[in-house]
């Protein structure tokens, strides 16, 4: 979830009380929105969602990052274009929030709400005992891609990042929970990743955000901190890198769409095969990412400073 919405982050930095009273002020509007989703359709939270952040968040902290991001990404379109698809990025957060409150019901109704595409290889492999490596994108409802293990009956743990409000911590854990997948924070480490991997079990990650520690790779033609752990996590388990996206398909109607497994170069060193299957990863987010700019909800500074126009 978005933080200080209210103020800015150094403003909330320069004055910790200041910091922690936005924090109880915001998370005390989103249950109140939390409140009135919940009561909704999943049509009508849906669009109630999409007003709200799309009303709000262009004024908000995250705005600007998510600017220039796109004007990284896309730096021949206009900083009116942009200035559109920001405000498309609000209105997906505020779906996809939504679709988090009305999971439940969505997945009760998934016969008439969600279509399922897996491709064959991936299906053939996900049948045998072998643990998988999800991968996706903040792109649409990324979040409907755990409803996989509903689907196929698959173990799945997900990772996941705590929010930094920890007056909406709780709240945004039960929410999560009702995923049906076992969640590991993204400060656990490795090994617990592993233990899954190791006893046969799937993971999920969504890896397009920027990783401190992380190695220069390309996406969208710049060099980016990126995560490559999914790629070295399947290497040493001998799992699939199985890349899964999440798309709108009309009012509360979505498809979930997995793709071939990640090919693993058969020589060269670990490093090398970990970024040239990161590498093949990217590709894919790119191509999501050009069909639904509006959809892609990145809202912290993807690439160095220095690509910034």
């Not at 939390?34 to 009508?44: A, G, H, K, Q, V």
Request: proline share 6%.
């Amino acid at each position: 979830m978005p933080e200080y919405y209210l103020v800015p982050k150094r403003a909330a930095r320069a004055w910790p009380w200041l910091g922690r009273a936005v924090q109880w002020l915001e998370a005390a509007v989103f249950r109140a929105v939390f409140w009135l989703l919940d009561r909704l359709s999943p049509e009508r939270a849906s669009a109630w969602g999409a007003a709200l952040f799309g009303w709000l968040g262009p004024y908000s902290d995250k705005a600007r990052k998510a600017d220039t991001n796109l004007s990284i990404a896309f730096p021949d379109q206009s900083e009116a274009w942009r200035r559109e698809k920001v405000r498309g990025v609000f209105r997906s957060l505020g779906k996809s929030t939504a679709e988090l409150i009305k999971l439940g019901q969505i997945w009760r109704e998934h016969e008439q709400r969600i279509e399922f595409e897996v491709a064959p290889a991936a299906r053939e492999y996900l049948a045998g005992d072998g643990g998988a490596v999800f991968v996706t994108a903040h792109v649409g409802p990324w979040q409907l891609t755990n409803l996989i293990s509903l689907h196929l009956g698959l173990e799945i743990s997900t990772i996941y990042a705590p929010e930094s409000n920890a007056a909406l911590r709780e709240q945004m854990l039960m929410l999560r929970e009702s995923f049906g997948v076992q969640l590991i924070p993204s400060d656990a480490g490795a090994r617990p990743l592993l233990k899954e991997l190791n006893a046969g079990r799937c993971i999920g990650m969504a890896m397009d955000t920027r990783l401190d520690t992380g190695v220069l790779i390309p996406f969208f033609g710049r060099e980016a901190l990126t995560n490559t752990t999914a790629a070295r996590l399947a290497l040493k388990t001998g799992s699939a890198l199985i890349p899964i996206r999440a798309e709108r398909r009309g009012k509360a109607r979505y498809k979930v769409t997995v793709y071939e497994p990640i090919a693993s170069p058969a020589t060269g060193a670990t490093d090398a095969r970990a970024l040239a299957m990161t590498a093949a990863v990217h590709r894919h987010f790119e191509d999501w990412i050009r069909e639904q700019p509006d959809q892609w909800i990145c809202l912290k500074r993807r690439w160095p400073k220095a690509h910034r126009l």
